[in-house]
């Protein structure tokens, strides 16, 4: 999720944990606690990691739940030491401490990317796929119980604003897990239809909501994509198949830079040649023909097979106000029958 996401949510259930006359120290301590794990792009950066290592170990040890616990221990442990909030209350803290940690790679794994919560355990990074990485209306009722306890310092109220903000993104967050159900559902009865109930498929909602939602299913010859809006629908779902260059794909499959990307991405990629190049796009995040991360991986030899290349990152068209329009349509039309 977003940095302001998870600033105010740490601060929130930190601030849940601690005595009241703690409070606004936990709120801004679990503020700066809930934003750590995404600092890790800073190490990658300083020791000039390519992209596949800066992409795919992003989420990575920083997110991991056994090495936060960890970590949350140590700094408990230290501050017992030097600061007098801690000493005054030391359970209270800890668990003030682990959770603004420990949610944080939690929420994460609602979005799409991945989150590697047992790392060093070698699966695949966990995707829940439920919600977008900025949600606000998840993020808005977290902000204002934030700014209420701030002001409401010791106060009872300021309890009250926190638990009510907790409370109401947490139901927030079970919705979409039934909203991405009801989707999972429709795409179960189009693709049992078309024989392909067992082929790979991912669920994800579009930017900003978790009303109109998309749907990638994989294929020998490609995949295919559909969309899902819980307020227009009501006829079995619709796919439009695409397809992807799966043969050269898999050629170069062994490949460490290629198996990491197909690792992380759960194999949701598609390859297609562009000027004599094979690009890869990670098919979880975007839309066709618009995607937020592609990889040129290798090229055409004289001989016609493909070369293995350093992976590099490949810019693409990208037009947000385009998507949003096209999205708020879609949410209030169904699509004309195919």
């Not at 849940?16 to 750590?36: D, E, F, I």
Request: proline share 8%; hydrophobic share 50%.
């Amino acid at each position: 999720m977003d940095s302001l996401t998870q600033v105010v949510l740490g601060g929130c259930v930190a601030a849940a944990a601690v005595p009241p006359a703690h409070r606004r120290k936990a709120l801004l301590a679990g503020a700066v606690l809930g934003t750590l794990p995404d600092l890790d792009g800073i190490p990658l950066a300083l020791i000039g990691a390519d992209v596949v290592t800066a992409v795919t170990w992003h989420r990575g040890p920083s997110h991991s739940l056994p090495v936060l616990a960890l970590f949350g221990w140590l700094v408990w442990a230290l501050l017992r030491r030097m600061w007098t909030p801690v000493r005054e209350a030391p359970r209270p803290w800890l668990w003030a401490i682990w959770l603004a940690l420990l949610t944080h790679p939690l929420l994460d794994a609602f979005t799409v990317y991945g989150t590697q919560l047992g790392w060093p355990w070698p699966s695949p990074p966990v995707m829940w796929a439920s919600v977008f990485i900025i949600d606000p209306a998840y993020t808005l009722p977290l902000l204002l119980a934030f700014i209420g306890a701030l002001i409401a310092g010791p106060r009872p109220r300021g309890a009250r604003l926190v638990a009510g903000g907790l409370l109401l993104s947490s139901l927030y967050l079970g919705w979409t897990l039934a909203a991405k159900a009801l989707v999972d559902r429709a795409a179960d009865e189009a693709l049992a239809a078309r024989g392909l109930s067992s082929a790979p498929r991912l669920s994800v909602p579009l930017p900003l909501n978790t009303l109109v939602w998309r749907v990638v299913v994989m294929t020998p010859e490609g995949y295919l994509e559909g969309e899902r809006s819980l307020v227009a629908d009501r006829g079995p779902m619709q796919f439009q198949s695409y397809a992807s260059e799966s043969a050269a794909l898999q050629a170069l499959a062994a490949q460490p830079a290629v198996a990491r990307l197909m690792w992380f991405t759960h194999g949701f990629m598609k390859a297609e040649v562009r000027g004599g190049a094979l690009i890869v796009s990670d098919l979880r995040m975007g839309s066709e023909p618009d995607y937020s991360f592609r990889y040129r991986i290798a090229e055409r030899a004289a001989d016609g097979r493909w070369q293995p290349v350093a992976v590099t990152a490949v810019n693409g068209p990208r037009n947000a106000g385009a998507q949003l329009r096209r999205m708020w349509h879609r949410l209030w039309h169904e699509p004309a029958a195919r």
